[in-house]
């Protein structure tokens, strides 16, 4: 008996397989590309725990490295700057959950309320076009806007009688230009894709609201938010899954390196690639990299489970 259900198991497996071979053929490409960039490289954590040196080749200076345990975590979070650096990705991270979620969703919805629909294809092509742009050309077009001495803002600014600013050595005015500029260029993104779930939404529904004398706020308040909800819920778990990861553009071409400007825009990113660049710190490089990682798994399975209690079909797994 127990071997006829193996037989039919491994019978129903294969049937499976066939009937999806075309489907699996579709994930090789993706699969590769995962073991050679994202599971291969893990053998670097090792790093993390060693004083690296070079010995030759990689795999030699991993072995000859010595083994420290976890001193590289302990300079790490001895230092001043691990509070810094999680401080800012943290709270930049919470206040982008939030934007990317309420003004997305908002502009989504006013823009499939327009009734010029050539005009809502002109709004939705002239927000999405910034998320085209790197961040090089970014930070330099803000340079116009910002520059001490020919910026834009400073010379309205003189033709007030006013000082200009020094904009980038002056910290306390770069968390609002970030946050500004990091919803300028993601926008976009955010808005085609809830505006891609509203147009999935079944007319008929709005169709009967109007019919029983809903008005519009209703027919967002009772259909088109509760019917987004599971894209909402979907983007939320993989905005809080990234929370301990920061946009490196962002955080390192926007405020054109400067070091003024560490205190409010030093980030686990940015601070990895100076460590790197500047101190030559191997191994307490790969240790923030590897706390990054680590608290990241945590807060993307922490937020599935919560999801999963309160919403078990809307959860990731």
């Given at each position: ?59 030699e ?22 509070w ?78 006013q ?14 230009i970030?946050?500004?500029?990091s ?63 920061s ?10 390196n ?9 980030v686990i ?17 790969s ?31």
């Amino acid at each position: 008996m127990a071997d006829e259900v193996k037989v039919k198991k491994k019978n129903s497996r294969w049937k499976k397989f066939k009937d999806n071979k075309e489907l699996l053929g579709l994930t090789i490409p993706g699969t590769l590309w995962f073991i050679a960039f994202a599971y291969l490289p893990m053998f670097g954590i090792l790093i993390a725990f060693k004083d690296w040196r070079i010995h030759g080749g990689f795999f030699e200076s991993l072995i000859k490295s010595e083994f420290v345990g976890l001193k590289n975590f302990e300079f790490l979070f001895k230092s001043t700057d691990a509070w810094v650096i999680t401080r800012n990705t943290v709270a930049y991270n919470l206040v982008f959950i939030v934007l990317g979620i309420v003004l997305p969703v908002t502009l989504a919805i006013l823009l499939k309320e327009l009734l010029n629909k050539k005009l809502s294809k002109f709004y939705q092509s002239a927000m999405f076009l910034p998320y085209f742009l790197s961040w090089v050309i970014v930070s330099y077009c803000l340079y116009t806007f910002l520059s001490p001495e020919k910026g834009l803002v400073n010379t309205m600014l003189r033709s007030f009688g006013q000082d200009g600013i020094s904009w980038y050595t002056e910290a306390k005015y770069w968390p609002f230009i970030i946050i500004f500029m990091s919803q300028w260029k993601g926008i976009g993104y955010g808005t085609v894709v809830y505006l891609a779930s509203i147009c999935g939404i079944d007319k008929s529904l709005y169709e009967a609201s109007m019919i029983d004398g809903a008005s519009k706020w209703q027919q967002v308040k009772y259909i088109t938010i509760p019917l987004l909800k599971p894209v909402m819920i979907i983007m939320f778990i993989t905005a809080v899954g990234g929370m301990f990861r920061s946009d490196f553009g962002l955080f390192y071409q926007l405020p054109k390196n400067s070091g003024a400007l560490y205190p409010v825009t030093n980030v686990i990113d940015t601070y990895v690639y100076r460590g790197l660049t500047n101190l030559g710190n191997i191994g307490m490089s790969s240790a923030a990299a590897l706390y990054q990682s680590f608290v990241g798994l945590i807060l993307i399975l922490g937020t599935n489970a919560i999801v999963r209690k309160v919403d078990e079909e809307n959860a990731f797994f």
